[in-house]
């Protein structure tokens, strides 16, 4: 069995700078376990640009914004195990991975850092009725055939759901020639990020068609064409608005899912709202030394934001490799009015700095006012011109104020009237 | 080319009388008009092994129900498909289902079929807690099971393949003519001649019959939907659990699947059109309103997976097997609904028999029985693993991470005997892209190896044959 300080399972954004925290805190020995065939995660097939806009401040592609971290891991001794597969994660931190020139290897680590990232909805969890041709897929494939493989998914496509990948593809298939006939979003609002609608539907002329969904697929072999139709405001179907659009391609963008199931087969407790771990400031789960953070822990929409939040569990981690993470009396953290969830779900009262509360609404709001509550008292509060289910919301908390909360309260982020 | 027997249809029956067939020294083809085998009923259907209670005393189907459950286990041993005897029960909610269950015991002991038992509602919630407190009674079938319809049809194919007989995929047959007493099949892929044909066509065997001129044969095309569940439901139920069956058939079910999902389904609708396996809002709505009254704690959100078979049922509502009154070189296997996966094992028996009786061939002396089994590296423990890589290193990459499927078991696959030459034909044989995530991360992975493996481009790899195709021309 091999013995690290520090193992770090996924090499995409949030592994390399969990990774990359650990090592200047001073963790010596740690290792990055990554599945694909280099590091960088999703970002290497994310080749459009808008990325490192808050982190570095300039406007980088993806492989760009990997490549720099992907470079600072070369340049220090963190090992790096890619083409590597995490096959368990024991109770006692054990981690069992395997690949095609280490066989089966097993891994005592000190300390965890989850960083597994998500997954797309598929098409099956959505019930859509219909033929199984070919040629129905997530926005994520079609945009590894077309920016890895360099081949072209479609011709005539129809995109179904606006999150962020999808929105990005309507705009990449419609430079590569193909005609994209429509994106059709089930709620009233789009869950991608405003620029990327603008960007990516608006500047293409794409129609982005607001509660609508598509109810049916045709074609035996390959897909022919789809039915959509408008959805009421129990996002049911309306009878009679059903309209027939001819489509070879049918591309889906209708949510991300964290992978936990290393975590679930781990016992480790998770979030229902987020589908990722419960964690404390530091971005330790419930299991004791084992840390998550990305797309894993909750599904960020920047990248930048992800980056920031691995640095947060590299600290913790390398503070719990050291000894020196405070054990002591948590205040819990959860959402109201429309607020869904918050991340982290608990804040250890003698921690020792500011605390970032991200969290995200449950439709959008306009010219509200958001408060932070502890019991009756409003501890804080800020007017918001808009907030959107599809940008990520943060709020600070002063040390001062993490500390002066009674014990075992709750502090509540909450959306009223302005 | 010439052959002793062609068997037309390569769904569970055709592949199972191939099997039986290739132990002789007999020249034959397997002659499929899709890219695969199991690509028809055999690939949507319930998955089950019934005790044999339903079908009426004195029909092929009770019959050939009760055998065919009775050989499957050893069968499946044989053949290294996974088969369970979990057991089935049917749910009486009423009096008069109560009542209706009776029928189908005493039925079921008329048709030889062992272990049945009648048993309390408190005896129905001890053995499968989830099902609805309003149950009243139930009919236990202990022989009952369930079995991977695909994976035992592929493993039959791979062991005719073995023993000699040849796959034809992509042939359809167009016309049957016969001259001299050797029939000629006019195909898409061009003439074959045949001594004796075998009609396994499923859906269209009425159309098979038709061009020797046998108009026998009615058919009414009745299609099922269903929903998969992930596996974190599986533990849901762990019976069959049928409820009284009706003039359409045996109901809605619920039943765990040999690799611990959770079924549901079918619903029965008639079609106009035999290959249309679309699925609809009102048969998935009907089949989860259904499946409630049996197991309310059902979640659709774990669905992962829906969709429809269409099954061929005979108007006689029995099984139509034997030499057609036009030939006495041609028989037919049509109308083979629900039994028809329980009886198979002994439908391919039978026909064995009748075609034995006319061609009295040697037995072959290196005739191989049974199939090795495939590597599973999910099943194994460390060491297994640790060995299995050391041994080959493409066992070390796992390409479908939902279900931990290796590379190594997808190169087992595309260069087994009848091997997968698509997306979907890998899928079913390796399980990868039947996960979660529905192969969103492996299917481009899945293709690269296709392609690669069969000296092809990228794009000329399809989900399932035909047209279906998953990429186009190189981007700009």
């Known amino acids: 069995m091999l013995s690290y300080d520090l193992a770090v399972i996924g090499g995409g954004p949030a592994g390399m700078a969990a990774a990359l925290k650990a090592r200047e805190e001073g963790i010596e020995k740690i290792i990055i376990l990554e599945r694909a ?194 959805v009421d405001e129990n996002l049911k179907p309306i009878p009679g608005t059903e309209e027939y659009i001819p489509c070879d391609t049918l591309m889906l963008s209708v949510g991300l899912i964290p992978e936990n199931e290393l975590s679930k087969n781990a016992g480790i407790e998770l979030d229902r709202i987020t589908n990722g771990p419960s964690v404390d400031e530091y971005r330790e789960t419930l299991h004791k030394g084992v840390f998550a953070c990305g797309n894993v822990l909750q599904v960020h929409d920047l990248v930048d934001y992800v980056t920031q939040e691995s640095q947060i569990a590299g600290e913790g981690a390398a503070k719990y490799i050291k000894g020196e993470k405070k054990t002591g009396e948590y205040v819990k953290t959860q959402g109201e009015n429309g607020v869904r969830y918050i991340v982290p779900q608990r804040i250890n009262r003698e921690t020792d700095k500011d605390v970032k509360l991200y969290f995200r609404v449950g439709k959008v709001f306009k010219n509200v006012r958001l408060s932070v509550k502890c019991g009756d008292e409003v501890i804080m509060s800020r007017n918001k011109k808009k907030m959107t289910p599809g940008e990520m919301e943060n709020i600070l908390i002063k040390l001062d104020t993490i500390k002066s909360l009674p014990s075992g309260s709750t502090i509540t982020v909450t959306v009223e009237e302005a | 080319m010439k052959y002793d027997v062609a068997v037309i249809g390569g769904g569970v029956v055709g592949a199972l009388i191939c099997k039986e067939l290739s132990k002789y020294d007999v020249k034959i083809a397997l002659v499929e008009k899709c890219n695969d085998v199991a690509m028809g009923t055999t690939k949507a259907n319930s998955a089950i092994v019934h005790g044999g209670f339903d079908a009426m005393p004195g029909t092929l189907k009770a019959k050939l129900n009760v055998e065919g459950t009775r050989i499957m286990p050893s069968l499946c041993g044989d053949l290294n498909v996974p088969y369970r005897n979990n057991g089935s029960l049917v749910l009486a909610f009423s009096d008069e289902e109560v009542e209706h269950i009776k029928v189908l015991y005493d039925r079921g002991v008329k048709n030889g079929v062992p272990d049945l038992e009648i048993i309390s509602k408190e005896k129905v919630k001890e053995l499968e807690p989830n099902v609805s407190d309003e149950v009243k009674a139930a009919l236990l079938s ?204 002994a439908i391919a028996r039978y026909v064995e028999s009748l075609l034995i009786e006319k061609l009295s061939p040697e037995i072959k002396k290196d005739y191989a029985a049974t199939r090795k089994a495939p590597v599973r590296f999910r099943h194994m423990n460390e060491q297994q693993r640790r060995e299995l890589i050391k041994k080959n290193p493409a066992y070390g990459r796992i390409i479908c991470r939902c279900e931990t499927i290796t590379e190594g078991e997808i190169l087992d696959a595309i260069h087994a005997p009848a091997g997968a030459r698509d997306v979907d034909g890998v899928k079913r044989r390796t399980r990868a892209g039947m996960g979660r995530c529905q192969g969103g991360f492996c299917s481009s992975k899945v293709v690269e190896i296709l392609a690669k493996e069969l000296g092809k481009d990228m794009n000329e790899i399809t989900k399932f044959g035909g047209n279906s195709k998953i990429i186009f021309e190189r981007t700009k």
């Open chain 2, 142 to 345: 202990n022989s009952a099971g369930i079995v991977c319809p695909y994976e035992l049809t592929i493993a039959a194919a791979e062991v005719a393949v073995t023993n000699g007989v040849e796959f034809i995929r992509n042939c359809e047959v167009k016309a049957i003519s016969e001259q001299g007493g050797v029939y000629e099949l006019e195909t898409s892929t061009g003439k074959i001649e045949a001594r004796y044909v075998i009609n396994a066509a499923g859906n269209h065997s009425d159309e098979i019959a038709a061009m020797i001129g046998d108009d026998s044969i009615e058919l009414v095309a009745r299609k099922g939907e269903y929903y998969l569940l992930d596996k974190s439901y599986g533990s849901l139920a762990n019976h069959t659990i049928f409820q009284c069956p009706n003039k359409m058939g045996k109901g809605v079910l619920v039943t765990p699947t040999v690799d611990g999902n959770i079924l549901i389904g079918p619903s029965a609708s008639d079609e106009n059109e035999k290959d249309n396996t679309d699925t609809t809002p009102e048969g998935l709505e009907f089949v989860l309103s259904k499946a409630f009254k049996s197991v309310p704690s059902i979640n659709i959100r774990g669905a992962i997976t829906s969709f429809a078979g269409v099954r061929a049922h005979p108007v006689t509502d029995d099984f139509i097997i034997g030499y057609s009154d036009k030939s006495d070189r041609f028989i037919n296997c049509a109308g083979i609904e629900s039994p028809g996966l329980s009886a198979a094992p």
């Open chain 1, 37 to 230: 065939d280099t590091l960088g995660g999703i970002l290497e097939q994310c080749i459009h640009t808008g990325f490192g806009l808050h982190y570095f401040g300039e406007e980088l592609s993806g492989p760009e914004y990997a490549g720099r971290f992907i470079k600072q891991v070369y340049d220090t001794d963190i090992e790096v195990k890619t083409d590597t597969m995490v096959l368990d994660i024991s109770k006692d931190n054990v981690v069992t991975a395997c690949n095609n020139v280490d066989g089966l290897i097993t891994i005592k680590a000190t300390a965890i850092v989850l960083a597994m990232g998500c997954r797309e909805r598929p098409r099956g969890a959505l019930s859509i009725a219909g033929s199984r041709a070919s040629g129905i897929m997530t926005a994520g494939t079609a945009q590894k055939y077309v920016n890895i493989n360099g081949y072209m998914p479609g011709k005539t496509v129809v995109i179904l759901g606006s999150g962020d990948i999808g929105l990005i593809m309507a705009r990449r298939m419609t430079l590569e020639g193909a005609k994209v006939k429509a994106v059709c979003e089930l709620m009233p609002y789009s869950g991608g990020l405003t620029r990327n609608i603008v960007q990516c539907l608006e500047d293409f002329g794409i129609p982005l068609r607001l509660s609508c969904t598509v109810v049916k697929t045709h074609g035996k072999e390959r897909l022919e064409g789809v039915t959509v139709a408008n």
